[in-house]
């Protein structure tokens, strides 16, 4: 009977334990979705992407512009050219279309690289800041990414904002 009686006991001490310690902790979460929407790094990231890019989307647009002229010459011209001529017009055409469709390619998978490498900066430093905040504010525990639910008395973000808004 004492035995029983004693692990009890220490059942008891081992639920109420955690429950005590929980007490303690000082927990926040950052919601990612709208750090990463709201920061003002965000917004120069993409600015530098746009400058970056602007002169090579505007050379496609001009060579997509030029070779739709071209096609709309060949349409309306076709009638009074030789089989020969029109043929070597069409292979012409063909070819400009290959080298615009290589050119929109590589356009796209340069943008999308450099991208991907400035949103990895911008998480870099948005868990930097989190980071600093954390220590600074002496969190224990502090939930970035795969929250479900966070009440309002936990959430971080508006200070990570803050702090980022202050770094630009």
Same mark, same amino acid.
């Given at each position: 009977?004492?035995?029983?009686?004693?692990?009890? *006991?220490?059942?008891?001490?081992?639920?109420?334990?955690?429950?005590?310690?929980?007490?303690?902790?000082?927990?926040?979460?950052?919601?990612?979705?709208?750090?990463?929407?709201?920061?003002?790094?965000?917004?120069?990231?993409?600015?530098?992407?746009?400058?970056?890019?602007?002169?090579?989307?505007?050379?496609? !647009?001009?060579?997509?512009?030029?070779?739709?002229?071209? $096609?709309?010459?060949?349409?309306?011209?076709?009638?009074? *050219?030789?089989?020969? $001529?029109?043929?070597?017009?069409?292979?012409?055409?063909?070819?400009?279309?290959?080298?615009?469709?290589?050119? $929109?390619?590589?356009?796209?998978?340069?943008? =999308?690289?450099?991208?991907?490498?400035?949103?990895?900066? *911008?998480?870099?430093?948005?868990?930097?800041?989190?980071?600093?905040?954390?220590?600074?504010?002496?969190?224990? *525990?502090?939930?970035?990414?795969?929250?479900?639910?966070? =009440?309002?008395?936990?959430?971080?973000?508006?200070?990570?904002? !803050?702090?980022?808004?202050?770094?630009?």
């Amino acid at each position: 009977m004492k035995n029983l009686k004693f692990i009890w *006991l220490l059942f008891a001490l081992f639920i109420a334990a955690p429950a005590s310690y929980a007490a303690d902790l000082k927990i926040g979460v950052v919601n990612a979705g709208v750090v990463l929407d709201k920061s003002p790094q965000k917004a120069a990231a993409l600015a530098r992407l746009e400058k970056e890019f602007s002169a090579r989307s505007k050379s496609l !647009e001009a060579k997509h512009k030029a070779l739709r002229a071209a $096609q709309e010459k060949l349409n309306k011209d076709g009638a009074i *050219l030789s089989a020969e $001529q029109r043929r070597d017009k069409e292979r012409d055409l063909l070819s400009d279309q290959r080298e615009l469709q290589r050119l $929109q390619d590589e356009y796209s998978e340069d943008l =999308s690289i450099r991208r991907n490498e400035e949103l990895r900066k *911008l998480e870099k430093d948005i868990a930097e800041t989190i980071v600093d905040l954390a220590k600074k504010e002496s969190y224990d *525990l502090v939930l970035y990414q795969g929250v479900i639910f966070a =009440s309002d008395k936990v959430d971080l973000t508006d200070k990570v904002l !803050e702090m980022l808004k202050a770094k630009k």
